[in-house]
Nanobody, 122 residues
Framework: QLVESGGGSVEAGGSLRLSCAAAGDTSSYCWGWFRQPPGEERDMVAMLNNPGGAISVSDSVQGRFTATHDAAANTLYLQMTDLKPEDTAVYYC??????????????????WGQGTQVTVLT
């Protein structure tokens, strides 16, 4: 089970750090951050690839967003800087078994949390 936190309202150019805390072993899962703007589909923002632990971010947020993993806390963080109004969305994290392949598409991910709302004000 995953629990997201850290969302809120922030002015454009501001920063937020989101947390995704997991219960249970995540070492054999792909672990992703996704976002879903109002009326749009859910898209991948960042990905922790297991095995190996490599982290990647989508081109749309490259240079502004960074994902980090704290294994001891079993938490995946998303540091967001220089936020823009188009970053407004509900942010979710999800798990996908590594054997199924770490893909950026949300299909096949499970254990979605309740999401955390990020609103960027103009």
């Amino acid at each position: 089970q995953l629990v997201e936190s850290g969302g809120g309202s922030v002015e454009a150019g501001g920063s937020l750090r989101l947390s995704c805390a997991a219960a249970g072993d995540t070492s054999s899962y792909c672990w992703g951050w996704f976002r879903q703007p109002p009326g749009e589909e859910r898209d991948m923002v960042a990905m922790l690839n297991n095995p190996g632990g490599a982290i990647s971010v989508s081109d749309s947020v490259q240079g502004r967003f960074t994902a980090t993993h704290d294994a001891a806390a079993n938490t995946l963080y998303l540091q967001m800087t220089d936020l823009k109004p188009e970053d407004t969305a509900v942010y979710y994290c999800g798990l996908r078994p590594s054997w199924a392949g770490c893909t950026p598409h949300p299909a096949g991910y499970h254990s979605w949390g309740q999401g955390t709302q990020v609103t960027v004000l103009t």
